[in-house]
């Protein structure tokens, strides 16, 4: 059996699972050093690319998004004030490697929200 890469171990970090499965991902990782956010798209353990947004662009982007939110709820469904807040820091995962795609969507969901 090949062994599955590790994600980097950063302290400021967030997973996201593809609606289409199939082991894709994105990960967000803060590199506040360099004034940088890292997206990072990832496919049955592997990274296949990345994108770096520098820290003035992220306040766009996220308006971006709440607004697109906002214009797919009708008015009568806005979200509770709790929705909007910011998530929790995660704790700090000492090697966060991903399962393989044959576990499917159950291991890979596990793996995003209860590693560490």
Known sequence: MTEQPALPDHDRGEVFLDARGGGRALRLTWHHDAGLVVFSLWRSGACVGTFRMEKPDVAPFVDALISGLRDSTPAHQQFPA????????????????????????????????HAG
């Open 82 to 113: 709790e929705a909007v807040q910011p998530a929790p820091e995660p704790a700090p995962a000492a090697s966060r490697e991903v399962p393989p795609a044959s576990e499917g969507a159950e291991g890979l969901v596990d793996w995003a929200f």
